[in-house]
């Protein structure tokens, strides 16, 4: 069969990925089949996302178990929906963990979502993080959601996880575990004041997802037998197994790698079956599951004639004609009212003081979008200090910049007499350019002083409105929740912010907004609004820890919310990128006594995740103590990346697939005037073909070399001059060190080589620990350690280092780390360390085609 037609086809014995499997017995239908087959069978889309149609209906439940209550607080209360009696909850003693409660369904159900009412109003008891675990035995759940409930008294529906991974079947659970992890009220016990499941229990439905689950999860057993008799060499068990059952490990073609490498030893039939692997594409989806590598390139112009430094100003792209407009910002001093083109590496002053070309009058913290059908711009809001916010200032100009003409027109000069926003600063605009729409959502709105005032005023803030640009029309969508109009029934509202990031998806047609800050309150929530039905609905969140360091394995994986945003979307791709730097407020503009730190962040529409491409910290005396160098350049890592700042501006060329920061503010606390007038080119890229074969070859001719320097010292050196040199990268001091190492082993003795010396478990641990970091680095903090490197085949050289990361073990680190302990140390001999390179090399394929990850002896416990 030609490896390029592959993923044409799937085996029914698809394992139900990251469930936890008992091999004891469990309350499921048994299916009473002795012999259960599986075949190679086209993949029907249609087939499949009807099979996940299921009609929801509310499921009965009843308090199975749970951690403590208080007084009068009981279990049973969150059976009914009471929201205007405070005693009308299930109430946990302490809020020390564990504090669970776990319910038991009526019988097996798919459980789609789970419904928390609330008090009548918001309450310090309320759970602001929780996980819902589920599985048909409560000592085996997996992990259904992880979430938070806003304190307020809006009841809130989650949908939680009812699929495997591969969203081809629905899995069935009997008990589900709310576990609260974080109350409102910090020092306060947790409080659930009302629960509703809906999801599918009809018997007619379900019996036939729980004999799918039960034919997997056997299939997935006798996968882990099979396993187990090859890896030990039960070959006769192994053939006995697979005859009965019909069921087969793997697909042929990768059993013809095992039989290659480790049965035959076999190196050059092997590389080249990777290589025909890697032609048809069997990797591709490997590939695309790897972080970004990014590069940051720092455009030099010493020419006199480009922007001066600034912040609060507006930057857009035109992807066709490869041009990036500046307009405006805060020079330290004053707000400036310049336009500039960028060609290329050329800047041209295109209007030096745009008030005196009809255009719009000097500002900063204002937005512009850039209209690719009309090749126009448009500017809407601005900031106004307190002293000048008059009646006769505090309008909402509109304007249009005709990039073809170079001409400027004022649309309106006060939008909020048109339906519009009033003056706004700090929100955010984008376009939906095939309907002729722009949409501006959130921002403080600016009011006229009141000399009189002895009292603060609460801010307000501006909702969603849309300006369709054919007819010159605004229409406010949502309002403000806490406007005068957003009590009333048939009015949409959602709660404004600042700070936030938001993006459209033309393809989609969403809106998609991200954190933002509302008073003192951090917002981190994850929106998406539906420009065609007005929907509104929450993305879930990957995780929610609170309280871990910025470096953490454990830390959020998300970008802060309190921090200064700046979000990009490639629609072709589906990605979303978030750049988080400074914070104007919780840095307090002074390096010298906090951390700063840049991350780079891609959000995934498809698989719903965040990946951290990069994380850099900075640490005062690398920022200033004399090493500051001016506007844009400071600390160890000017050449590198720029330093931290806020009220700078991030853009994307979604055709060039490039990023371009420009200027903002460092927060240096000595230079409160200091503002930056760099230019930044930021290049993301993942892995190609060329580089996991690269290092596939590697692996097998580091093991052919590590055979023959046994018997053959004289060969073993000429092959690792000639066939693994061929495979190095000498200009990556890395790859060059460990290459020069395994010369060691033509003078150890064959004993030496094969116990691979004593470093195994912690060199294992440093692979695993490198396949996974993302690329982190801490200005002002070095270490002095130096591992212990053992060159066997045991200490392989991480993934990483050949540009790949492997994303494969970034969710089961620990276990992924004794599964190979496991698999690579059971012997010594060179056939137990071709199956564990074989095991290496297989997670590079689709998992569909290849044996199980676990190892039978994961569920053994002596």
């Not at 700078?648 to 060329?653: F, I, K, R």
Request: proline residues 4%; contains cysteine.
């Amino acid at each position: 069969m030609p490896i390029n037609t592959l993923y044409s086809f799937k085996t029914t014995g698809t394992v139900l990925k990251k469930m936890s499997f008992s091999m004891s017995s469990s309350p499921t239908i048994t299916d009473n089949n002795a012999n259960v087959s599986i075949s190679l069978v086209p993949i029907n889309q249609n087939k499949r996302s009807q099979q996940n149609i299921i009609v929801s209906e509310r499921l009965n439940f009843e308090i199975y178990r749970y951690s403590s209550y208080a007084q009068n607080y009981t279990p049973e209360n969150v059976l009914v929906d009471c929201p205007n009696d405070q005693t009308s909850r299930w109430s946990a003693y302490t809020n020390t963990p564990p504090q669970f409660l776990t319910l038991k369904l009526r019988r097996p159900a798919i459980v789609k979502n789970i419904k928390f009412g609330k008090f009548e109003k918001s309450h310090v008891c309320n759970i602001k993080k929780f996980k819902v675990f589920g599985g048909l035995d409560e000592e085996h759940m997996v992990l259904l959601l992880e979430g938070g409930l806003k304190n307020d008294n809006i009841a809130e529906t989650f949908s939680i996880r009812c699929l495997n991974e591969d969203r081809a079947e629905h899995f069935p659970i009997l008990y589900i575990k709310i576990v609260p992890i974080l109350s409102w009220g910090p020092s306060f016990n947790f409080s659930i004041w009302y629960i509703e499941l809906h999801g599918q229990d009809d018997p007619i439905y379900t019996c036939a997802r729980m004999k799918n689950y039960n034919t997997l999860r056997e299939i997935e057993i006798i996968k882990l037998c099979l396993k187990h008799f090859r890896q030990e060499g039960y070959m006769s068990a192994f053939g006995a197994l697979q005859n009965q059952t019909n069921v087969r490990l793997e697909h042929p073609l990768i059993s013809q790698l095992h039989k290659h490498l480790v049965v035959g030893g076999d190196f050059e039939k092997a590389e080249c079956f990777i290589e025909d692997c890697i032609e048809g594409g069997l990797m591709d989806e490997y590939l695309t599951k790897q972080d970004y590598k990014h590069t940051w390139h720092l455009n030099r112009n010493d020419s006199a004639t480009k922007p001066g430094n600034r912040g609060g100003h507006q930057l857009l792209v035109d992807s066709k004609n490869r041009f990036i407009y500046l307009y405006g910002g805060w020079d330290g001093y004053q707000d400036l009212s310049d336009l500039w083109l960028y060609d290329l590496d050329e800047w041209t002053l295109l209007c030096e003081r745009s008030e005196l070309l009809n255009g719009p009058t000097p500002r900063s913290c204002h937005k512009m979008i850039f209209d690719p059908i009309s090749e126009n711009i448009f500017m809407l809001g601005r900031y106004l200090d307190n002293s000048i916010r008059t009646s006769e200032y505090i309008k909402s100009d509109f304007y249009l910049y005709d990039t073809r003409a170079r001409t400027w027109m004022q649309i309106c000069d006060d939008t909020s007499q048109v339906g519009g926003p009033q003056l706004v600063y700090d929100h955010q605009m984008c376009i939906d350019a095939d309907k002729r729409f722009i949409y501006v959502f959130g921002g403080k709105i600016l009011t006229s002083r009141n000399v009189n005032a002895t009292a603060s005023i609460e801010p307000e803030y501006s909702g969603l409105y849309s300006y369709h640009i054919a007819t010159n029309t605004w229409t406010q969508i949502l309002v403000d929740c806490h406007h005068h109009s957003a009590s009333q029934a048939d009015v949409m509202s959602i709660k404004s912010r600042i700070t936030h990031c938001m993006v459209f998806h033309n393809k989609h047609r969403k809106l998609y907004i991200y954190g933002g800050q509302r008073g003192k309150e951090d917002l981190d929530e994850f929106l998406c609004y539906d420009v065609d039905t007005q929907a509104i609905s929450v993305l879930g969140k990957e995780h929610t820890h609170q309280g871990m360091s910025a470096n953490s394995n454990d830390a959020k994986m998300e970008p802060s919310s309190g921090y200064t945003l700046r979000a990009t979307i490639d629609c072709d791709r589906d990605e979303i990128y978030v750049f988080s730097s400074l914070s104007k407020v919780k840095d307090r503009r002074d390096f010298l006594h906090v951390d700063a730190s840049n991350s780079f962040w891609v959000y995934s529409l498809v698989s719903h995740k965040w990946s951290r491409i990069y994380y850099c910290r900075y640490y005062g005396p690398n920022i200033l103590g004399g090493n500051y160098k001016g506007p844009g350049v400071c600390g160890e890592l000017a050449e590198h990346e720029p330093c931290p700042r806020y009220a700078h501006q991030l853009v994307y060329d979604d055709v060039e697939k490039m990023h371009y920061l420009f200027g903002g503010n460092p927060g240096i606390n000595q230079h409160q005037q200091l503002r930056l007038d760099d230019l930044w080119l930021l290049f993301l890229e993942k892995p190609k073909r060329e580089a996991i074969l690269t290092h596939c070859r590697y692996m097998l001719r580091k093991l052919k070399y590590e055979e023959m320097a046994r018997q053959y010292p004289l060969k073993a050196m000429l092959y690792l001059r000639q066939n693994i040199a061929a495979v190095v990268d000498h200009s990556d001091p890395e790859q060059l060190k460990k290459f020069h190492k395994l010369a060691s082993l033509l003078f150890q003795t064959s004993r030496d080589i094969d116990s691979g010396g004593e470093s195994q478990d912690s060199d294992l641990h440093l692979i695993m620990d490198g396949a996974n970091s993302t690329q982190e680095v801490q200005v002002g903090e070095s270490s002095n350690i130096t591992p212990i490197e053992n060159v066997s085949l045991e200490s392989n050289e991480s993934i990483s280092t050949m540009g790949i990361s492997d994303k494969l073990f970034r969710s089961e680190t620990t276990s992924s780390v004794k599964q190979l302990h496991t698999e690579c140390h059971s012997h010594s001999d060179s056939k137990s360390k071709r199956a564990c390179l074989f095991n290496k090399l297989v997670r590079f394929m689709p998992s569909s085609m290849v044996q199980p990850e676990g190892n039978l002896s994961d569920f053994i416990v002596i």
